[in-house]
């Protein structure tokens, strides 16, 4: 599975962003999807993870509340929607698949659990 995550850019503190992850050449149907994020100088981090069979979702403490990740399995897209965005939230983006679902537990926030990941997206929050 070849993934790509997209739509970074840069924006205030409060404002929002919408990435995306695609999957080419193969569909993102039966793989539990992840978000990660990396700062600089700083290990990657789990965002969110939805999984591939009823769309059950878990999200990292640091952004409950703030972010919602959902799947549109007629456009083989998985979102990662960001809104309330903080300086802290300043990282490159990725999404990552796997086929094993760790359930609603810290466990599906692991990069080590995953084996499939895609090009990053940077996103920046600042004034």
């Known amino acids: 599975v070849q993934l790509q995550a997209s739509g970074g850019g840069s924006v205030q503190p409060g404002g929002s962003l919408r990435l995306s992850c695609s999957a080419s050449?193969?569909?993102?149907?039966?793989?539990?999807i992840g978000w990660f994020r990396q700062a600089p100088g700083k290990e990657r981090e789990g965002v969110s993870c939805i999984s591939s069979s009823d769309d059950s979702t878990y999200y990292a403490d640091s952004v409950k509340g703030r972010f919602t990740i959902s799947r549109d399995r007629a456009e083989n897209l998985v979102y990662l929607q960001m809104d309330s965005l903080k300086p802290e939230d300043t990282a490159v983006y990725y999404c990552?698949?796997?086929?094993?679902?760790?359930?609603?537990?810290?466990?599906?926030?692991?990069?080590?659990?995953?084996?499939?990941w895609g090009q990053g997206t940077q996103v920046t929050v600042s004034s």
């Open positions: 990552a698949a796997d086929l094993t679902w760790y359930g609603d537990s810290s466990e599906g926030l692991s990069f080590r659990n995953y084996d499939y």
């Open positions: 050449e193969s569909t993102l149907y039966y793989y539990h």
